[in-house]
């Protein structure tokens, strides 16, 4: 059964609490060369049968209306495992 996995980040503009604190302890560490992190979201959606568009059209709303918060999140990426697209279903 194939696996789509959504990318969820918080929007470039706002600020990350969570990116902060994990950037402070990578300094506080001795990691001083990364100067930002940002934290996001990964779902794994594991489908029953082919990846048709249907389906694509299905996850992308899903990622948008359901995984996402729009306000404060962007999806920066939906990604179909390659087999699944090599079988006919679409890039």
């Known amino acids: 059964m194939p696996t789509i996995v959504v990318e969820v980040m918080p929007k470039a503009e706002l600020l990350d609490p969570q990116g902060k604190a994990v950037a402070g ?34 996850v992308e709303q899903i990622a948008n209306d359901v995984l996402s918060n729009s306000v404060i999140e962007d999806v920066v990426g939906i990604h179909y495992p390659s087999e699944a697209l090599a079988n006919g279903a679409g890039a």
């Open 25 to 58: 302890a990578l300094a506080r560490t001795g990691k001083s060369q990364f100067s930002s992190v940002r934290v996001g979201k990964r779902f794994e959606l594991t489908v029953e049968g082919p990846i048709d568009d249907a389906t694509r059209a299905a």
